[in-house]
């Protein structure tokens, strides 16, 4: 397969990226009628192992909290994010596959018959999408491909991460040559032609199916129109020039052990996508359970990181777990300090960013599901506190989400399993 | 007219000829037993259980009323209702009850399976999709289930139309996949590759050549009975590098493949996909403890072969053993453009820095490999231009395509130079392109899809092809894209049919994708076509010859996956601490998956009794998985049959190390995992979910407690007590069995017990204790208690009809794709009265299940 072809498909599926500077883009969406609010924007993180919870979770609760091991390397960022505890995702048990829920809150992951939902960044990228050059960007750290996502469509389907930063990035950020533009075109052109024929099929047989079945024919005709549109999305885009950045493509790391520099990559080109308003949603899965031993600077590591975090108690194990939960920490601090940085009509990036860190897992090493721990940063929200909650019966975590989506002014009440907004969390 | 009224009242509805059926009335007040012993709880005011009898929802026809009653129908039968501390009925009331119910639901069930079909519509699995464009192009080893999706599971397996979803993803990653597919099924060049055998002599390769390392990471240029330090190879005399001394050349290894040492024949590189014959010329060897003398080898030893595709993407092409003299190992392998070969000297050390110490070596002296050349006969093909390309284009002619850059990044590190990709494409030339457009669109069509082709859908492909022809394409790209519109037509990607016994062609597909996991061959569709197929001797027969098939090795290989959760043998890995004599262990795992696949085989081929699959007199093993069981005499990787010893505490599926690594973490086993594991796949019986927001009772490996004394704990409370009660006992039976399916009477641990001196495969020192002895006796349910995992399997196997029942089930929501129904029971109940005769023989089942009604229905 030609690999322009490839990249069109995974484009033309909102998969990838693509576009213009904040500024250049600010007449073209004041042109559209529903666009009067201001950018706001989500990254949502999942590492799938989670941190130890000893270490990261605070004392005290409200403003007054005292930070805990863990949250002492953010101390600078302390007014700029809340962290919470005794919220869980209600139901969405399974131990290691409730990663694929993190972001959709679908029950019994691991349950015969189980059905994903659709994830926060697909639900984002189908309501707001249409306003950048890609709908939603989906990354991932050693992702276990085609097994584990944090992104997944309305009908339950796995949509792949991205792991190569220099793709993504060249995607983002590089044109093709007018020849290959020019074929990119005439592709995506087939490609709708050859979708029109298959849709025509669908419709002939839809006549001679039961109901049931009609139901299974519905969904493939409903993909292909989906697929239509988006081609027809990019097709739009490809005839618009892309941003430029003042920074170089990325390396992308042979090895999987170079963990924390691959998060670090990613972290660094989601602030480029929202620096360059290329997209408003990102979601990144950090892998940890599908990683190697992994690199860490202040020391060698004995065993793979899945197998650190069964410590079952093992002191060696603990010490090693608790290093690398550092590392995280510091690459969060620095993505912080990084949005501060870039200002937007005078405003901070981070301001307008909401940062979602967090996990699947309460306690990697029990497979625990509850209890999760979640930071959350920027955006526009009243931070600076500990929104403690039951650790027997926990909040439900979809309220969170529900907040979110508001702040991104998309109206809705509910998202999953929400019984209403976050309690305690505040616009600002 | 025909008025039909079922006895019991609940359910009541009449047919007419020209009517649909439907439900008519609900007599609830009638029937005195659910007065009697249900409304008290059961009603609108009450509703215990969210159940009210009296409701509207519990009438009409539909699958959830249906399911509604069928689970209070297993309530009462199973005793849990009415509650132990209310008003029983007798048994005889019970049992009326019971039977007035159950012909009731039944006959309704069978209704609603004449009008939709026992099985929904559904579309292909990316199982499916791969070996169904491996066999229609004749391309064994094209990869495309990986473009795809992974697949959604329903009822244990990716085979049910309600879970088998498609969004638009998965609609642009079909066009990927079947461009990818075509273009690999095109000839890559004009001509002819050429084929000779070309020989690759360990000392031309670069990659053979590890130094710098500890001393058991190296390796070591021989010249006859010579070894060299690897630095000092320069020294070697003209003499001994002349292409004459090759036979005396080779290259020596200690340690097994793994990184940094990573050797490869990295100067052949597949230059086009393709099938060739491998041949390896090598020995097994012993050294001295400097490894600076050499001696002939004291054992055979374990190669493995993989291929290699940059960046780290290895496949196993299979495996041999090297004898003390120099012997010839021949292998017939499919290989990907631009993979290389990678092999494996298995049993030997795989060490991680900064551990170096080699558990193999003795003061003695160590083991090895010498590798002297492997010798590439291909790619070799059986006509061309080949079979692949002949379904797209027939043999109009060929011109070559300027051969396109290759791709860096498939190439591996330090074999840049030496690139001899010849992987080009080729332009298939037409003269009267509207003619061949419509030609090849008929033959093409009428070769991938499973039914007849209608003219219009021959029409509606063809005038798109030509349109695209009419728009510039060139007559490749234009055919090419017609031919990607069928095989992501909805026509190619789903099974429809309509309710209703299967017509011969759909009984064929439904066969062919039950024993192949992929489409029908030219033989059934003849039949299917000539309207035999359904014929009881001739299904038969076809049965027989398709297991005979290797093709049928997709259907265990996937039903396995599945059924026995076998697709998460890789999920965990052993803890490095806890178990280093398994870290890195490739071959193990390997040979454990194996030897599962083959032991199934068996059960089919030798239609071996049901209860094999709790206990056997015989395995299925090769020299690694003998030594792990401790069995003695058996040599070599093949896997054979074994007979095992009379007491032995191997035989059947329970106690293979596959079966016991799905059902532990690679740190601890868990009795309850492994026996919810036992109770559902093997037993079918399928525990209820464990209570929300309960965090499950984890073993801790500090060696304070066992996971004995701590379920104890969670096992005085009664409402845990219920279900555990169930699973435990098969947990508690297996607990004699580490995390990778190694006997033990301790279990490990990393705080208090006894040391242990060792060194593991992966060259670390053992640092674990051997702390609290293992308790493996216990009780069922009902009573009966085991000393040891042999006695629980005698206690297990006298269940045999509940095993063969839940082997059917397992089969039948395999092979139709559809959940099991109310009124599939008796069928099941014949199915086994039919095959008792054979002691439920696993081929007899198979034959029974394909002949049964719920096989040959939509």
Redesign the interface.
């Known amino acids: 397969m030609e690999s322009v072809n490839r990249r069109k498909f995974l484009k033309a599926a909102g998969v990838a990226l693509s576009l213009p500077s904040l500024e250049a883009m600010r007449p073209a969406m004041a042109r559209h009628s529903d666009e009067k609010q201001v950018p706001r924007r989500m990254l949502a993180i999942c590492n799938n192992l989670g941190l130890l919870p000893g270490e990261f979770f605070p004392t005290g609760s409200g403003r007054d909290y005292t930070l805990s091991p863990y949250l002492e390397i953010l101390k600078q960022h302390r007014n700029d994010f809340t962290v919470f505890s005794g919220v869980w995702h209600p139901d969405v048990d399974g131990g290691h596959p409730a990663d694929n829920c993190f972001l959709t809150a679908a029950p019994h992951p691991a349950r015969g018959g189980f059905s994903n939902t659709i994830s926060l960044d697909q639900f984002i990228a189908e309501r707001i999408g249409h306003l950048t050059r890609f709908p939603s960007l989906n990354l991932g750290v050693n992702p276990m491909q085609g097994q584990r996502s944090l992104s997944w469509t309305s009908s339950g389907v796995l949509i792949p991460c991205e792991e190569s930063a220099s793709t993504v990035f060249r995607q983002l950020f590089v044109s093709g040559t007018a020849q290959e533009e020019k074929k990119q075109i005439r592709r995506l052109q087939l490609g709708q032609s050859i979708l029109d024929v298959v849709a025509d099929q669908a419709k002939d047989l839809q006549k001679s199916l039961g109901a049931n079945d009609r139901d299974r024919l519905d969904q493939y005709f409903g993909s292909v129109r989906e697929l239509e549109q988006r081609m027809a999305a990019s097709r739009a885009w490809e005839e618009r020039p892309r941003p430029k950045v003042e920074v170089p493509e990325p390396v992308d790391p042979a090895n999987n052990r170079a963990y924390m520099e691959k998060v670090r990559l990613m972290y660094d080109l989601a602030r480029l996508a929202f620096e360059t308003d290329s997209t408003r949603s990102v979601a990144l899965l950090l892998d940890s359970v599908n990683s190697p031993a992994i690199n860490i600077e202040s020391m060698e590591l004995s065993d793979g990181y899945h197998n650190l975090s069964h410590h079952g108690k093992s002191e060696a194990k603990l010490a090693q777990l608790k290093e690398i939960d550092r590392s995280h920490m510091r690459l969060l601090d620095q993505l912080f300090s990084d949005l501060r940085g870039v200002k937007e009509d005078g405003v901070s990036l981070l301001d307008r960013t909401m940062v979602l860190y967090g996990s699947n897992l309460g306690d990697a090493d029990r497979h625990v599901t509850t209890n999760l721990p979640i930071l959350f940063a920027g955006g526009g929200f009243r931070h600076g506190q500990h929104l403690e909650f039951d650790r027997v019966h926990n909040y439900p975590l979809p309220n969170l989400f529900v907040s979110m989506l508001q702040r991104m002014g998309i109206e809705v009440d509910r998202f999953a399993s929400s019984t209403g907004t976050m309690r305690g969390l505040e616009m600002a | 007219m025909r008025f039909l009224r079922i006895q019991f009242a609940i359910l009541a509805w009449f047919a007419t000829s020209f009517c649909c059926d439907r439900l008519l009335l609900a007599q609830l007040d009638s029937k005195p037993f659910l007065d009697r012993y249900c409304v008290e709880c059961h009603n609108a005011d009450q509703q215990e259980g969210k159940l009210d009898l009296k409701a509207a929802s519990m009438i009409g026809q539909t699958p959830e009323t249906l399911n509604r009653w069928a689970s209070i129908h297993d309530r009462i039968r199973q005793m849990e209702m009415p509650p132990k501390d209310s008003l029983q009925p007798a048994p005889d009331e019970r049992g009326v009850f019971l039977s007035e119910l159950s012909s009731s639901l039944v006959a309704v069930d069978q209704q609603m399976i004449n009008?939709?079909?026992r099985a929904?519509?559904?579309?292909m699995n990316r199982f499916e999709y791969e070996n169904t464009l491996r066999a229609l192009f004749h391309l064994p080893d094209l990869h495309v289930r990986?473009f795809l999706?992974?697949d959604?599971?329903?009822?244990?397996f990716n085979k049910v139309?309600?879970?088998l979803?498609?969004?638009?993803?998965?609609?642009?990653?079909y066009?990927?996949a079947s461009?990818?597919a075509l273009?690999a099924a095109m000839a890559p060049q004009t001509i002819r590759p050429d084929s000779k055998p070309v020989r690759y002599f360990a000392w031309d390769q670069r990659s053979l050549f590890a130094g710098d390392y500890p001393k058991i990471r190296l390796t070591f240029p021989i010249f006859g009975e010579q070894i060299f330090e690897h630095r000092k190879w320069r020294e070697c005399t003209d003499e001994e590098r002349t292409p004459d001394s090759r036979d005396k050349q080779a290259i020596a290894i200690f340690c097994s493949t793994f990184e940094p040492t990573e050797i490869r024949f990295s100067s052949f590189r597949a230059p086009v996909a393709g099938r060739y014959r491998l041949r390896f010329a090598g020995y097994s060897i012993w050294a001295s403890p400097d490894c600076t003398k050499l001696f002939e080898g004291r054992t055979t030893e374990p190669i493995s072969i993989y291929s290699d595709r940059a960046?780290v993407v290895y496949r196993k092409l299979g495996g041999f053993d090297f004898q003390p003299q120099s012997t010839v190992q021949e292998l017939e392998v499919h290989l990907g453009v631009g993979e290389t070969i990678r092999p494996d000297a298995a049993r030997l050390v795989r060490s991680?820095?900064?551990d170096h110490k080699n558990p193999l070596a003795s003061d003695e002296g160590l083991p090895g490999v010498a590798f002297q050349w492997m010798e590439v006969e291909g790619p070799l093909y059986d006509e061309w231009p080949p079979a692949s390309h002949q379904v797209l284009f027939d043999t109009l002619p060929l011109v070559d395509k300027p051969t396109p850059k290759p791709?860096e990044r498939l190439i591996p590190r330090g074999d840049r130079r030496r690139n001899r990709i010849v992987a080009g494409e080729t332009e298939v030339i037409s003269a009267a392109a509207e003619q061949d457009a419509a030609r090849l669109m008929k033959r093409f069509m009428e070769h991938v899809y499973r039914g007849p082709v209608p003219q219009?859908?021959l029409d509606?492909?063809t005038n798109?092809t030509l349109?695209?022809l009419a728009a510039g394409?060139t007559f490749t790209e234009s055919m090419l894209?017609g031919y990607?519109?069928v095989l992501?037509?909805?026509?190619f990607?789903?099974f429809?049919g309509?309710?209703g016994r299967l017509t011969d062609r759909a009984l064929a597909v439904r066969l062919s994708y039950f024993l192949w996991n992929g489409p029908p061959d030219k033989e059934l569709r003849e039949l299917a076509d000539a309207d035999k197929l359904h014929l009881p001797e001739v299904l038969a027969a076809q049965t027989n010859r398709m297991l005979t098939s290797p093709r049928s090795q997709q259907f265990i290989d996937s039903f396995l996956d599945y059924w026995l959760e076998l697709r998460h043998i890789n999920?965990?890995?052993a803890?490095?601490?806890l178990y280093p004599d398994y870290d890195l262990d490739d071959l193990l795992v390997e040979s454990m998956l194996a030897e599962t696949q083959q032991y199934f085989r068996e059960l089919i081929s030798k239609d071996l009794p049901v209860d094999c699959l709790i206990d056997s007199n015989f395995a299925m093993l090769n020299e690694r998985l003998a030594n792990h069981y401790g069995i003695a005499g058996v040599k070599g990787v093949a896997i054979r049959r074994v007979e095992l010893p009379e007491d032995s505490i191997r035989g059947g599926l329970l106690t293979q190390a596959s079966s016991l690594k799905v059902t532990a973490?690679?740190?601890?086993t868990s009795p309850v995992k492994r026996g919810v594991w036992v109770m559902d796949h093997i037993m079918g019986h399928k525990p209820p979910?464990?209570p929300?927001?309960v965090?499950?009772v984890?073993?801790?490996?500090?060696g304070a407690t066992t996971i004995r004394e701590q379920l104890a704990k969670h096992r005085s409370i009664e409402s845990c007590n219920a279900c555990h009660k169930n699973f435990d006992p098969a947990g508690f039976a297996l607990e004699c069995f580490d995390v990778l399916g190694g006997y033990r009477t301790k279990y490990r641990s990393?705080g208090a017990g006894d040391a242990i001196k060792g060194i593991g495969h992966n060259g670390v020192r053992y640092r674990f204790r051997e702390g609290q002895p293992v308790d493996f006796t216990g009780e069922l349910p009902d009573g009966r208690s085991f000393a040891d995992v042999r006695q629980w399997k005698q206690l297990l196997k006298k269940d045999v009809e509940q095993v063969a029942k839940n082997l059917i089930q397992q089969l039948v929501v395999y092979g139709t794709g559809a959940k099991m129904r109310f009124s599939d029971s008796q069928r099941v109940e014949a199915i086994l009265d039919a095959t008792k005769g054979t002691n439920y023989g696993v081929r007899s089942l198979i034959h029974a299940i394909v002949q049964s009604e719920m096989f040959v229905q939509q």
């Open positions: 009008t939709t079909g929904s519509s559904r579309r990986e999706p992974e959604g599971e329903a009822f244990g139309g309600s879970a979803n498609v969004s638009h993803v998965q609609m642009a990653r066009l990927q461009d990818f273009r960046p991680r820095p900064p791709d219009e859908e509606r492909f798109f349109k695209t394409e894209s990607t519109a992501c037509s909805p026509s990607l789903y429809n309509t309710p999920a965990t890995s803890d490095v601490s973490n690679g740190t601890t979910l464990p929300e927001a965090p499950a984890e073993p801790d490996t500090r990393l």
